[in-house]
Structure formats: structure tokens, C-alpha cells
């Protein structure tokens, strides 16, 4: 479910795993061939009206519920149950930390990123920077699982009004979107390499983050502990 390849969306959980956009799952009936694939968005198929919230796409009734049991799981379990959250991320937190980290990630579709975007309004520019319009955000029926995009009716106020008890319950601590998390995630985040690795400079012992330039030299003079 944490693992960003399959459930974990940068905009909630999926509805079905993204594994299923190379992987269908499938069944033969009757010498028919039946497949569920991977479709973030709108349905490519008429049936249901074209609604495709179960067939992955970011839905806030199923993730209000999800977070509800992970609060409640952290009742019984508290602080001695840690899972890695996200999959492969080496970063290890509580159940009730990884329901807020949902949280977080569905309060993204809505907020602004440092550009004064919202995933929501899929790139509207108008939505996002005309002044008489940036501030009256439209709760969509389900969202683009990939770019957290607004799709179905644009008045759906009811399982997406979810939001604001997500932003009541966590909205305090929440990051703007698209910003790292923890350390680890900062570290990868904003950075390409790691310290006293192998760096442009060709010294197998000294990153470049260690390197003081000829103008930082000339600049700070002699830094030297003795000096100091």
C-alpha cells in the first residue's frame, strides 16, 4: 500500500495498484478475455457513465476510511508497530504518522505548491493565478491518480469535502506539496550527490560540498580553528 509504484500516489492511495498499467489483471470466461487495468484518470469505457473511481484513481471516500483505521490500528498497536512509509524510503514511522502522511498528500490536491499551482486545477492558469479566481477551489467527484487533476463533476462538496477534516485533523504540520518530508528525503530531495562521495573534482575522498572555492578562500581568509 506505501509503495509508490503500486498504491502510494503523491495525492492519496490509489484505487487499484499502478502495476496494473503493465500487469492487467485478468480472466477468461466462456472463451471471453476480461482485464482490470491501471487507469488514473477518466474511464476509457463508457460503462458506469464513464466513472472510473475504482480503477485508480484517488478517491477521498475510500482514503477518509483507510485513515480512520490506521488512527484506530495506532490505538492498539501505539509506537511499538513501525512500517516504512514510503516502500524502499528507509524512513520508519508509527501507523498514526503514516495516516497523516496520507493526510498530507491528499491536502496537496487542494493547496498551492511554490509556483501558486494546485494539482487540482490541472494546469488552469487562470484557476491558478487570476486573482478572481485562485481562491475558489472546486471539489471535484475523484482525482487524477498521477497528477492529482480534478475529474467527474467539479460540485462533488460531498466525499471530497473530506478535506477539511484531513486539514482539521493534520493541517497544522502539513508541507507545502512537492517538498521533502524527513533528512533522507530532503537530502535526495535537493541534492545530487552525497557527502565525502566521489565528486566532479575527480578526489575519490571529497565531495564537491567540501571544496572551498578560490572566492570563498579570498573572501573568509584563514578559517583555520588556530585562527579563529
Request: charged share 25%; net charge negative.
Amino acid at each position: 500500500m506505501l509503495d509508490e509504484d503500486e498504491f502510494f500516489s503523491e495525492h492519496g492511495i490509489r484505487s487499484l495498484s499502478k502495476k496494473h498499467k503493465d500487469e492487467p489483471w485478468g480472466m477468461d470466461v466462456h472463451g471471453q478475455r476480461y482485464e482490470v487495468n491501471y487507469w488514473p484518470g477518466d474511464s476509457k469505457s463508457g460503462m458506469f457513465g464513464g466513472n472510473s473511481n475504482w480503477r485508480g484513481p484517488i478517491w477521498l471516500a475510500t482514503n477518509f476510511l483507510l485513515i480512520e483505521s490506521l488512527q484506530r490500528f495506532y490505538q492498539y498497536y501505539g509506537d511499538e508497530l513501525q512500517v516504512e512509509c514510503p516502500t524502499g524510503s528507509g524512513d520508519y514511522m508509527n501507523l498514526v504518522a503514516v495516516a497523516e502522511e496520507i493526510q498530507h498528500r491528499i491536502i496537496h490536491i487542494f493547496g498551492r505548491d511554490m509556483q501558486g499551482r494546485r494539482a487540482t486545477n490541472g494546469g488552469n492558469p487562470k484557476l491558478d493565478h487570476d486573482p478572481h479566481f485562485r481562491d475558489y477551489v472546486w471539489f471535484y467527484e475523484f482525482f487524477h491518480a498521477d497528477d492529482g487533476r480534478g475529474l467527474g463533476a467539479s460540485h462533488q462538496t460531498g466525499w471530497s469535502g473530506l478535506v477539511a477534516y484531513h486539514i482539521l485533523q493534520s493541517g497544522v504540520s502539513c508541507r507545502l506539496p512537492k517538498t521533502p518530508r524527513t533528512p533522507r528525503s530532503t537530502a535526495n530531495h535537493y541534492f545530487d550527490e552525497t557527502i565525502d562521495s566521489q565528486s566532479e573534482f575527480g578526489d575519490d575522498n571529497r565531495s564537491a560540498f567540501s571544496m572551498m572555492s578560490a572566492y570563498d578562500r579570498n573572501t573568509l581568509g584563514d578559517i583555520s580553528p588556530d585562527a579563529l
